[in-house]
């Protein structure tokens, strides 16, 4: 049996190890003494060696090097660097995860690699200063709503907009909704709740950056098939593919001719295995099932005239007055206006 002063000595020298070494910084068996000594812990370099036997016979993965220098160093973790940088980026870039709690995300996710690492890529990722939002009741509003998901009950909650009020944008007093959850869902670099508002049979959205005082209600939460195509599970891959800005709207097929410059964009948004035929050397047509609302016909404005919608004809009309009403607001001659350049 081990004693206790083994044990303690044994976790903090694969914490050291954690912390101070990689393939680039492998740590002496002399360092590690020294740095265990710091910790409280008197020890011996032979003796180092026997305890790297037990971590590694545990199933640590620790290497012997002679190169850079000789020392030893953790060869695998539970997160590669690489891994761990993706994870930050994402930290970084989510505009709903405030300065405050990016920073704690920051400095957990360092953890994960040795502090030669971080130090690096600290120095790279805080170049860029992003954009972030204040409520910081997001991350106990997920933890709420994860439950309401699992134990199948409604939510209530006051969703707030943001107005004009002299001359700066604050936030409104807000609505009360009581909704039936289904999904969360991160788009758009932003996280949103889809779930149904109990006066409507529909599925609608709510952007968690604006929910605030959440509470887990004793109500059950309407079925999700009452409301919307999904039987046996809530399908939150083809949901989002088929929502466009995180409007709803009705189901239906729609066949736009496309550039050849949109294929990957069109990819990105619908998929591969979605119906395409070449129309002729600088544009394809594609024949794809989505919510029909202001949210699509915004996103096909973005492209201008590498887009043109072919059926159904009510979103060709509605494209129309959208491509009128702009050249109105530019003063241009009012006129029909139809995508030709391919």
Same mark, same amino acid.
């Not at 220098?69 to 940088?85: P, T």
């Given at each position: 049996m081990i004693h206790s002063s083994a044990k303690i000595k044994l976790l903090l020298l694969w914490k050291l190890l954690k912390e101070y070494s990689d393939d680039e910084h492998p740590v002496s068996a002399v360092e590690l003494c020294r740095l265990l000594e710091q910790e409280g812990i008197e020890t011996e370099r032979k003796s180092i060696y026997r305890d790297i036997d037990v971590l590694t016979h545990f199933g640590v993965d620790i290497v012997y090097t002679r190169s850079p220098r000789q020392g030893f160093f953790i060869a695998k973790r539970d997160f590669e660097l690489a891994e761990v940088r993706l994870l930050m980026d994402a930290v970084l870039? *989510? /505009?709903f995860i405030t300065n405050k709690k990016t920073a704690e995300l920051t400095d957990k996710l360092c953890g994960l690699i040795s502090c030669h690492q971080a130090e *690096? $890529?600290?120095k790279q990722i805080y170049v860029d200063q992003r954009v972030k939002f204040e409520n910081e009741e997001i991350y106990y509003n997920i933890d709420t709503i994860n439950r309401a998901i699992a134990q199948h009950k409604k939510l209530s909650f006051s969703y707030h907009h943001r107005v004009i009020v002299n001359h700066k944008a604050q936030l409104d007093d807000g609505r009360e909704f009581i909704i039936s959850p289904y999904t969360l869902l991160w788009a758009n670099d932003k996280y949103y709740l889809a779930g149904n508002y109990e006066k409507y049979d529909t $599925? #609608?959205?709510y952007r968690l950056d604006r929910m605030k005082k959440i509470a887990l209600t004793s109500q059950e939460? !309407?079925?999700f098939y009452e409301v919307c195509e999904y039987r046996d599970h809530f399908d939150? *891959?083809?949901?989002? !593919?088929?929502? +466009?800005? =995180? +409007?709803?709207g009705e189901h239906e097929f729609v066949v736009l001719r496309c550039s050849n410059s949109l294929l990957e964009t069109i990819i990105d948004k619908f998929g591969s295995e979605i119906e395409f035929s070449c129309h002729d050397s600088n544009a394809f047509t594609v024949r794809a099932s989505v919510c029909v609302s202001d949210g699509l016909i915004e996103w096909l404005m973005q492209y201008g005239d !590498?887009? =043109? $919608?072919? #059926? /159904?004809q009510t979103l060709r009309d509605e494209m129309l007055m959208r491509i009128e009403a702009v050249h109105d607001v530019y003063g241009t001659t009012k006129k029909t206006c139809v995508p030709q350049k391919f």
């Amino acid at each position: 049996m081990i004693h206790s002063s083994a044990k303690i000595k044994l976790l903090l020298l694969w914490k050291l190890l954690k912390e101070y070494s990689d393939d680039e910084h492998p740590v002496s068996a002399v360092e590690l003494c020294r740095l265990l000594e710091q910790e409280g812990i008197e020890t011996e370099r032979k003796s180092i060696y026997r305890d790297i036997d037990v971590l590694t016979h545990f199933g640590v993965d620790i290497v012997y090097t002679r190169s850079p220098r000789q020392g030893f160093f953790i060869a695998k973790r539970d997160f590669e660097l690489a891994e761990v940088r993706l994870l930050m980026d994402a930290v970084l870039t *989510a /505009p709903f995860i405030t300065n405050k709690k990016t920073a704690e995300l920051t400095d957990k996710l360092c953890g994960l690699i040795s502090c030669h690492q971080a130090e *690096a $890529v600290l120095k790279q990722i805080y170049v860029d200063q992003r954009v972030k939002f204040e409520n910081e009741e997001i991350y106990y509003n997920i933890d709420t709503i994860n439950r309401a998901i699992a134990q199948h009950k409604k939510l209530s909650f006051s969703y707030h907009h943001r107005v004009i009020v002299n001359h700066k944008a604050q936030l409104d007093d807000g609505r009360e909704f009581i909704i039936s959850p289904y999904t969360l869902l991160w788009a758009n670099d932003k996280y949103y709740l889809a779930g149904n508002y109990e006066k409507y049979d529909t $599925v #609608s959205n709510y952007r968690l950056d604006r929910m605030k005082k959440i509470a887990l209600t004793s109500q059950e939460a !309407r079925p999700f098939y009452e409301v919307c195509e999904y039987r046996d599970h809530f399908d939150t *891959a083809d949901y989002l !593919r088929k929502t +466009f800005n =995180m +409007f709803n709207g009705e189901h239906e097929f729609v066949v736009l001719r496309c550039s050849n410059s949109l294929l990957e964009t069109i990819i990105d948004k619908f998929g591969s295995e979605i119906e395409f035929s070449c129309h002729d050397s600088n544009a394809f047509t594609v024949r794809a099932s989505v919510c029909v609302s202001d949210g699509l016909i915004e996103w096909l404005m973005q492209y201008g005239d !590498r887009i =043109m $919608v072919l #059926s /159904p004809q009510t979103l060709r009309d509605e494209m129309l007055m959208r491509i009128e009403a702009v050249h109105d607001v530019y003063g241009t001659t009012k006129k029909t206006c139809v995508p030709q350049k391919f």
